[in-house]
């Protein structure tokens, strides 16, 4: 297999059938030793996490497919925590889709004097930041996107249309075991023209509550699948 990407929490290698290879690594995002999917820097190193990712990934990708949701997955392989996907070409040099049911994180850190942590927010917010670790992640606007030539409305509407129903998705699977999302942060790109969701739908991408308290990613992926 040839390597060909590296990335924050997995490495990525081109398969011999033309489908790509992802490789969950143990890292997440974070600061100071702390978990934080809103950062944009890996700021920890947790046990497990790559397959407790791929396990909570697969689990998704399994349930949007039975919505009829398309999606890049392909098959897993637990043990070794890959995850066999179809080819995609990402948006720009790579483009992050965040959806806020709550006020939180790097979204107080940048409005909170207009709004409070804590406060929910109807029907989601959508927002999309390019990946640039040296920026900062810096956000960027559908109009934005369009003038830059990396997408026109038409894709951005639809992949924002996915981000909510995805999300929707995810937050009411997480309610009937106790669990509230506050915010959750995707990846899509293009296959044949179309936009579908790729890389991963995992535990440390998600900001998840359970009675006021922030779950941490491995004990949500225990959550999620023991139930």
């Known amino acids: 297999m040839e390597k060909f990407y590296t990335g924050k929490t997995k490495d990525v290698y081109k398969l ?12 997440c995002t974070g600061k100071d030793g702390v978990f934080d999917p809103g950062e944009n820097t890996v700021g920890l190193t947790i046990d497990g996490i790559g397959k407790a990712n791929l396990e909570t990934s697969v ?7 039975k919505a009829g949701i398309k999606t890049h997955y392909v098959s897993a392989d637990i043990d070794n925590a890959t995850m066999e996907v179809l080819p995609a070409t990402v948006f720009g040099h790579g483009l992050e889709v965040i959806c ?6 790097s979204f107080i850190r940048r409005y909170g004097e207009y709004i409070a942590d ?18 900062g992640d810096p956000l960027v606007t559908s109009e934005g996107l369009e003038v830059l030539g990396v997408m026109d409305q038409k894709m951005f509407e639809s992949m ?28 899509f790109g293009y296959n044949n023209g179309e936009v579908i969701l790729i890389d991963e739908i995992a ?12 779950v941490d990613p491995v004990e949500l992926t225990k959550l999620i699948l023991n139930r």
């Open 16 to 27: 011999e059938n033309g489908n790509v290879m992802l490789k969950f690594k143990d890292d």
């Open 100 to 105: 806020r049911l709550v006020a939180t994180g």
């Open 203 to 214: 535990s440390g991408n998600m900001r998840v509550y359970k009675d006021g308290k922030i």
């Open 160 to 187: 924002k249309e996915q981000t909510l129903k995805i999300t929707k998705i995810v937050a009411d699977d997480l309610k009937t075991i106790g669990l509230d999302l506050w915010d959750i942060k995707f990846e």
């Open 59 to 65: 689990y998704y990708f399994e349930m949007l497919k």
């Open 118 to 135: 804590g406060t929910k927010i109807e029907n989601g917010y959508v927002e999309c930041t390019f990946k640039n670790d040296e920026k």
